[in-house]
């Protein structure tokens, strides 16, 4: 039977969180796949209020912050990780991260004169297409801990139609496990749902205590891969269903348990004390050319879009 009420989860759908859950399959309670499914409707639909993307570029960046938060729970790290883009399309750059207690932020730098003949509401209905709107190029997956030797990434070439399928060449990259995820994001009105959900096989020889055999992990995972590809975009996206209502309606054949979920916010990392740090690095001939009408250099911050007025005068080191 279903263990639905371990630890449920409170809160609407469009609240930021991350849910953990396993499933244990049809014998025993070790994990067999382990699962994330982020649900980042509330950060996402402040940070694109402040940006005012298009509406495809939107969804884009709204699926990318689903899959950098989803992704980052499936590693353990103390830092950021961040998820980019980089292509020769409509859309130039794309990022995404999130720190280990939660803070997520990105955004998305496009050509406004080289507007894809892609309309509003094909993107709708869809994951955001990556040929369409990246063109080609690459996704760079990236875990800084802020130490010399702390930091690692991996880069995979944008082959696939969505930003789920980079995401998926990076873990077979970099982990050789079996893992599946699929995201989508859609407007309500004035708030946005995004929504990543992944399973992943748990490696045999990874701390597993399950005593299932060979035959029962690779049937779970066939069973778990499958009902995955089969939840629709409509589910992915609808604010009534609660992220644990979405798992044990998925996966219930395969006794799911999820555990409590981790709070997902926007907050920027940005700060006085980092504009002024970079501005003191520089010549007064650079800074010169900055300074505006006021009298001050103005820097806005492309993530939170705050801006800051620094006098020239600063000190530099």
């Not at 995004?194 to 069973?223: F, I, P, Y």
């Not at 970079?278 to 806005?300: N, Q």
Request: proline share 5%.
């Amino acid at each position: 039977m279903a263990q639905k009420d371990i630890f449920p989860v409170t809160g609407p759908a469009a609240a930021g969180q991350i849910l953990p859950f396993y499933l244990a399959g049809e014998n025993g309670d070790g994990a067999l796949i382990r699962g994330r499914l982020a649900s980042v409707g509330g950060p996402a639909s402040s940070i694109l209020a402040r940006h005012g993307y298009p509406e495809m570029v939107a969804s884009l960046q709204a699926e990318a912050l689903a899959i950098a938060a989803c992704l980052s729970t499936f590693m353990k790290f103390d830092g950021v990780f961040t998820l980019q883009a980089k292509g020769n399309g409509f859309v130039k750059t794309l990022l995404a991260d999130v720190t280990s207690d939660g803070a997520l932020r990105g955004y998305a730098a496009f050509d406004d004169e080289n507007v894809p003949s892609l309309g509003d509401d094909m993107v709708a209905a869809m994951p955001a297409s990556v040929p369409a709107l990246l063109g080609t190029g690459y996704a760079a997956f990236t875990v800084d801990q802020g130490t010399e030797n702390g930091r690692y990434q991996g880069i995979v070439e944008l082959a696939g139609e969505t930003l789920g399928d980079a995401a998926m060449a990076w873990f077979a990259n970099s982990e050789q496990v079996d893992s599946h995820i699929v995201a989508a994001a859609g407007r309500h009105g004035d708030d946005w749902v995004a929504t990543a959900l992944m399973v992943q096989r748990v490696a045999a020889d990874g701390g597993n205590q399950t005593t299932a055999s060979r035959a029962e992990q690779d049937d779970a995972w066939t069973t778990a891969d499958m009902l995955l590809r089969s939840v629709t975009r409509e589910e992915l996206v609808d604010p009534q269903l609660a992220p644990e209502d979405l798992v044990f309606r998925l996966f219930n054949a395969l006794r799911p348990h999820v555990a409590p979920s981790q709070p997902v916010q926007d907050k920027c990392r940005c700060s006085p004390e980092k504009v002024e740090a970079v501005l003191s690095r520089m010549s007064p001939e650079e800074l010169a050319g900055l300074v505006a009408e006021s009298g001050k250099v103005e820097v806005t911050c492309e993530f939170c879009k705050t801006m800051r007025a620094v006098d020239p005068g600063i000190s530099r080191h």
